[in-house]
């Protein structure tokens, strides 16, 4: 995906593309494209098998008469149109990494470096797909009027975030002041807290913007994508990542060592949850760490004290998982700008969240239909546009679309964590 373009028009037209080009659902978009891709490339390779099965039956004359490009000398049969001509041959390259990338979409979490390393087949894949007309068996070669523009984007994208990076300079974005911390969030998991230094050059991100982060000591290769939580102004960065698969669980050993002191840093990136300031009233709706975008975005209403109303829900399995930020939580509680509504879904009754202010956790899942809704009807003015912004889980997306289709000037935006 081209990062650096997308996070580019973002910032430059603040959303005013989203009426006919929606920026937020990029990612969504792209495994969608490769889903229709995927089919669409059974049908185009039935029926060339077809059309090989029926030309391998057809006499050696009629065979060089229809393809002289070919130099048949002999009647090709079956195989040979596939072994024998350019078509062939990058037609297998292609179906077998269109293969490849398709059954590996479940180990993005279960094992990313298999996943990425076969997403960037893709180069192979779009040299083959070049070179698979270029015989001009059914027509003119017209491969590179379709692919020239999308393959130039992505070019361009991949060579700006190579060098705005560093990457083989002496003054790379590298970080080597790290502090790190794991806390125990129950049900045996972890969440880590990084914090670094933040980086002198091109690095200025705004409230609910991700960056990829690379850990050296776990992969030379491998970068993984986090929500920054702290605020614009903050001198350090900040992430919360949550034990949830081999580099994870890498990262959780060093940080209980204490001996990550080499990260690198590509971003800031764009996200749905930036365009938060376009709205006088934001529900923000969160499942577990996928509250990371709003604690930055929260810290800095407090900190810029701005004039948006904010409502959170956010729904963990235990308490320890809603004590992460406590602090930020307990001044959120006392600012009247805010309206906190906390759930712990493994806890059977009720409990305050902390002794020093008047603020409970509610047991069980939070009822989305009922809350959305009473939050809507409290809304003084509904003249003006009201943003819900959603990192829950899929199934809890649907049921909440369901019920914002019925609220007028609300725009929903959702990110998957």
């Known amino acids: 995906m081209s990062r650096a373009t997308l996070f580019r028009l973002r910032v430059m037209f603040r959303g005013q593309l989203a009426v006919f080009l929606p920026l937020d659902y990029a ?10 891709y995927f089919f669409v490339s059974i049908l185009h ?27 048949i000398g002999f009647q090709w049969e079956f195989l040979d149109f596939l072994f024998r001509s350019t078509a062939g041959i990058t037609g297998i390259i292609c179906t077998i990494i269109i293969l490849l990338v ?4 479940e180990l993005r979490n279960l ?9 960037h087949l893709l180069f192979v894949f779009t040299i083959s797909m070049i070179i698979h007309g270029s ?17 130039t984007v992505y070019v361009l994208d991949r060579l700006y975030r190579f060098f705005m990076n560093d990457m083989i300079r002496n003054d790379s974005p590298v970080v080597d002041k790290v502090n790190s911390c794991v806390v125990d969030v129950g049900g045996n998991k972890r969440i880590c807290k990084l914090v670094m230094s933040r980086p002198k050059k091109n690095f200025n991100h705004k409230a609910g913007a991700y960056a990829f982060i690379k850990i050296p000591k776990i992969s030379k290769l491998e970068w993984h994508p986090f929500t920054i939580v702290s605020t614009p102004s903050d001198d ?9 698969g081999d580099w994870t669980g890498d990262l959780m050993e060093l940080a209980d060592r204490n001996t990550i002191n080499h990260v690198r840093l590509y971003g800031p ?3 749905p949850a930036m365009e938060w300031g376009k709205h006088h009233t934001n529900i923000f709706i969160a499942a577990g760490v996928g509250i990371t975008p709003y604690l930055s975005i929260m810290k800095h209403i407090l900190e810029t004290k701005v004039s948006n109303y904010t409502h959170l829900i956010w729904a963990c399995r235990t308490m320890e998982e809603l004590w992460i930020a406590r602090d930020l939580i307990i001044d959120c509680h006392k600012d009247n700008k805010f309206s906190l509504h906390l759930y712990c879904t493994g806890s059977k009754t009720s409990v305050m969240y902390d002794e020093s202010i008047d603020l409970e956790v509610s047991s069980g899942r939070p009822k989305m239909d009922i809350l959305i809704r009473e939050i809507y009807e409290d809304i003084e003015d ?3 546009s009201c943003g819900l912004f959603s990192t829950t889980p899929k199934v809890l997306q649907k049921s909440i679309a369901e019920v914002v289709t019925s609220c007028k000037m609300m725009k929903t935006y959702y990110e998957v964590f």
């Open 27 to 36: 990612h969504e978009a792209h495994v969608h494209i490769g889903i229709i």
């Open 45 to 71: 390779i039935s029926g060339h098998l077809c059309n090989f099965l029926k030309l391998s039956q057809t006499p050696q004359q009629t065979q060089a008469e229809l393809f002289p490009q070919l130099n």
């Open 102 to 105: 398709f059954a590996t979409q």
């Open 111 to 119: 094992n990313f470096p298999i996943f990425w390393t076969i997403h």
């Open 135 to 151: 015989q001009e068996l059914l027509g003119s070669w017209t491969t590179l009027h379709y692919i020239l523009l999308p393959v």
């Open 236 to 244: 350090c960065v900040t992430f919360y990542i949550k034990d949830a």
């Open 269 to 271: 990136c764009s996200a």
């Open 382 to 384: 509904k003249t003006n």
